[in-house]
């Protein structure tokens, strides 16, 4: 560039090599060189589209989606090696009793631990984005930088479809969602009242009462072993609750939860929960998850977290190709959480 050199002494203007050398390998650079650009050589332009990239690159990890419930509100593990198939992990259930023995007892009752294995497939979440020579023409003539909004959705494309992985699963590839119908989470029923089990048609101590029991049946499956700190709602249930007085209190049903239930930490809005959200909510009605936010009870395991490779020429193209890994839910502890359908 004629007013301005790429100088290899400021960090602020680093730039993946692999993409540099791909760029200067292609025909791609030299049809960019002229005098309305103010590129000297194909070597700046290489040299100056390399930098390009490699800040729309770090500017896609920067975005955040709110969102997408399971990627900000699931314990994320990363713990199978990235190049594995599959990875088998055991769901545990404690046995035993301990009882008063003697000086000289010998037939001590054991305690143990069983596990069932579950194996599960790793999975490629894969996507891609671009820029042709005219993009990159008219973002120079213009002055601005490469438009960062195809970066982000690729990105967005592929965590949607991991979110949508953690909540529903996918059976054709064996890998399992929280919602997923052979995942041993416990079913809890939720009492009818006038032939209907929806909040919206409950009273606010109705609500409470379900709530309530949603606890008392979890601690009676687990001898009250498992305490969920996390109940996931619909948004439009979650918003009712939070809105909802309890009459002569000053509480909303939320509020008082928050303050009075003994182990719940968080009242969460998960759209993938909605009776609408069919991509993601078998049931075909509003579902009520609690759980325990831990990662000894469960994870999304991601063996290898978004990855977006040195771009690839095509034609008068840069392709740059993405690239994440992913196990599904890994349950141990399937009891420690509970599903009710129709809240």
Known sequence: ?????YNPNKPSEGYDKADLAALRASNITPTLVGAQFRFDSAEDASIFFARELDYIKAKSYDRVYPEFTALNHFPITHEVPEGAETMTYYSYDKTGFAVIIGNYASDLPRADVKGSPTTASVKSIGASYGYSVQEMRASRMAGKSLDVRKATAARYAIERTINMIAFAGDAKHKLMGMLSTDNN???FTLPAVNGKTS??????SEILNDINSMFGYQSKLTQDVERADTLALPPDVYIDISTRQIPNTGFTVKK???ENAPYLKEIISAPELSEKNREMNPYGENVALLYTNSA????LEIPMPFYQYPIQIRNLETIVPCEERV?????YYPLSALIAVGV
């Open 199 to 204: 909040w919206k048609e409950k009273s606010a």
């Open 327 to 331: 196990a599904g839910i890994v349950l």
């Open 256 to 258: 008082f939860l928050m």
């Open 296 to 299: 000894e009870k469960f994870s």
């Open 1 to 5: 560039m004629a007013n301005e050199r």
């Open 185 to 187: 989470i416990p079913l």
